[in-house]
């Protein structure tokens, strides 16, 4: 005769159903946020793979619209956009100009899915010819307060194009404060920011510099993105940001930093986002290719992750996948 006295936590995982019923963490269609690149071209069908990211392309605006047609139908709700203009120069001019490509695709967007909430990555790095998020001094460095005055003119000139919301993702110093004072002077005190504020200067970034063409010409981004050693400065960096003015806190990228986004619940009240990022997508694409990995379990697997680590927000290249997922 066994004695009961031990745990039998195999009986709420008899069946689907209670499995379900006492389920603490799950992925909802309105927490994913699905990341677009929309290149400046004459070609309106333009529509080219971006190789190391399976099933990811940079898109004209014609096909942007396309593309996006068919994601909010199966309840895509939020996108992010990155540009890639066709021309870059020292000063990222196409990062602030108000017929720039972001900003295109920004009227173009809210103009016909006007319930959609429109994200535009501020950053300068896809628009300087140097491919660095900043004003490059004669020494090779980056310069933190001449970059955040331009910073808040790309964020600017986003949300007069209908952007619903900023994501600067620089890593400079006191950028937020700049964004947000500009867009106050300016009369948009309802836009909301959402501070890249915990950014490492990671190895997963890889296939992104492929996709927006961001890849620097020399040096690295280890003078502003984060060591990926550290997890005191993180609550540091976001401490910082929410006193600047963001309205909710990003860690960037998402596996290898759970541990941060749990100390950023813990530690504040704001929303939390996290970047899935490219190189944590083509890992899972690689292997699914393979046949080494099953693609749908995996990602879902990684979805639930993020959300049970603390985040509410999942920025992720598989959002319009996980939509089907979950429709089925
Ligand atoms: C721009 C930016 C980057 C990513 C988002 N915004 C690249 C970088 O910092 O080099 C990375 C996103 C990804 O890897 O999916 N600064």
């Given at each position: 005769m066994l004695d009961t006295e031990f745990y039998r936590g195999r009986r709420l995982r008899m069946t689907p159903g209670i499995r379900a019923l006492v389920r603490e963490n799950e992925i909802r269609p309105a927490d994913l946020v699905m990341p677009y690149f929309v290149a400046e071209t004459d070609d309106k069908s333009f529509r080219k793979p971006i190789g190391s990211m399976p099933d990811q392309y940079q898109l004209s605006l014609a096909e942007l619209e396309k593309q996006v047609a068919a994601a909010v139908k199966n309840g895509l709700t939020s996108v992010l956009l990155f540009g890639i203009p066709k021309e870059k120069d020292e000063l990222a001019s196409q990062a602030y100009a108000d017929e720039g490509i972001v900003q295109e695709a920004v009227r173009r967007l809210k103009d016909r899915?006007?319930?959609?909430?429109?994200?535009?990555?501020?950053?300068?790095?896809?628009?300087t010819s140097?491919?660095?998020?900043?004003?490059?001094?004669?020494?090779?460095?980056?310069?933190?307060?001449?970059?955040?005055?331009?910073?808040?003119?790309?964020?600017?000139?986003?949300?007069?194009?209908?952007a619903d919301m900023v994501a600067p993702s620089d890593m400079m110093d006191g950028r937020i404060l700049a964004i947000r004072d500009t867009l106050d002077e300016n009369g948009f005190l309802s836009t909301p920011i959402m501070s890249y504020a915990v950014k490492y200067a990671s190895a997963f970034y890889g296939p992104f510099r492929e996709a927006a063409d961001s890849t620097p010409k020399f040096g690295d981004r280890r003078s502003h993105q984060m060591d990926p050693a550290n997890s005191r400065e993180a609550l540091r960096e976001a401490a910082a940001d929410l006193d600047e003015g963001a309205d909710i806190l990003m860690v960037k990228p998402g596996l290898p930093y759970l541990d941060v986004i749990r100390q950023l619940r813990d530690t504040f009240e704001t929303p939390i986002a996290t970047y899935n990022v490219s190189g944590e997508y083509s890992m899972v694409k690689a292997a699914a290719q393979n046949g080494w990995i099953d693609e749908q379990r995996t990602v879902m697997e990684m979805m639930t992750g993020f959300k049970r680590a603390g985040a509410d927000?999942?920025?992720?290249?598989?959002?319009?996948?996980?939509?089907?997922?979950?429709?089925?």
């Open positions: 899915f006007p319930e959609l909430v429109v994200i535009t990555d501020v950053c300068l790095c896809e628009y140097h491919g660095h998020c900043g004003m490059v001094s004669k020494g090779g460095e980056i310069q933190n307060d001449p970059t955040i005055e331009l910073l808040a003119k790309a964020a600017l000139s986003h949300v007069r194009a209908g927000i999942v920025i992720t290249y598989f959002a319009e996948d996980v939509l089907g997922w979950l429709n089925k």
